[in-house]
T-cell receptor, first 115, second 116 residues
Framework: AQTVTQSQPEMSVQEAETVTLSCTYDTSENNYYLFWYKQPPSRQMILVIRQEAYKQQNATENRFSVNFQKAAKSFSLKISDSQLGDTAMYFCAFMKVQGAQKLVFGQGTRLTINP | DADVTQTPRNRITKTGKRIMLECSQTKGHDRMYWYRQDPGLGLRLIYYSFDVKDINKGEISDGYSVSRQAQAKFSLSLESAIPNQTALYFC???????????????FGEGSRLTVL
């Protein structure tokens, strides 16, 4: 079974700083997707960014980028020029392509952006 | 209106009561899921359904049951609620047909359940 680990329960940075959230996963699959979801205080789950395992290029979405290290099974999220609206829980998630396409989530990291 | 709607948004109930959480979607997706969120544990899969006749248990299905009444509706029941079922429950949908949304889950706004 796949597992996803987020080792940082909480993080806090100042507005405009850059912050990196860590995620590691364990799988024997070769073809899979990785995701970062954001959950603001409204509790709505919002997709931030996704990475396809067969793509070597790291995904980017505006201020959000990932560092995908397939051999190390690591998938970190970097938020540049952080904003107050980035304050949220962030969840890393894994999905294998073959078979039932279910997302497996990490424990979450609570990120606070301070003014 | 939201693409995935959950009712109720918040509910307080007592031990032993039967509770139903409802989910409806307008995205036209065949796949629907129920997840439970607990602090420090992330989201864990309770049940999932790939179409009206295909329902599967997730990793924590004990104490729960589901019904897929139509492509757009997927309800979660707690037959006899207990305090450790206090959690935030999410319904989600996905489209397996490929394209840029492949693998993405579309979530409802969550149902917070408290069992006293």
């Amino acid at each position: 079974a796949q597992t996803v680990t987020q080792s940082q329960p909480e993080m806090s940075v100042q507005e405009a700083e850059t912050v990196t959230l860590s995620c590691t996963y364990d799988t024997s699959e070769n073809n899979y997707y990785l995701f970062w979801y954001k959950q603001p205080p409204s509790r709505q789950m919002i997709l931030v960014i996704r990475q396809e395992a067969y793509k070597q290029q790291n995904a980017t979405e505006n201020r959000f980028s990932v560092n995908f290290q397939k051999a190390a099974k690591s998938f970190s999220l970097k938020i540049s020029d952080s904003q107050l609206g980035d304050t949220a829980m962030y969840f890393c998630a894994f999905m294998k392509v073959q078979g039932a396409q279910k997302l497996v989530f990490g424990q979450g990291t609570r990120l606070t952006i301070n003014p | 209106d939201a693409d995935v709607t959950q009712t109720p948004r918040n509910r307080i109930t007592k031990t032993g009561k039967r509770i139903m959480l409802e989910c409806s979607q307008t995205k036209g997706h065949d796949r629907m899921y129920w997840y439970r969120q607990d602090p420090g544990l992330g989201l864990r899969l309770i049940y999932y359904s790939f179409d009206v006749k295909d329902i599967n248990k997730g990793e924590i299905s004990d104490g729960y049951s589901v019904s897929r009444q139509a492509q757009a509706k997927f309800s979660l029941s707690l037959e006899s609620a207990i305090p450790n079922q206090t959690a935030l429950y999410f319904c989600a949908t996905s489209d397996p047909s490929g394209g840029r949304e492949f693998g993405e889950l579309f979530f409802g706004e969550g149902s917070r359940l408290t069992v006293l």
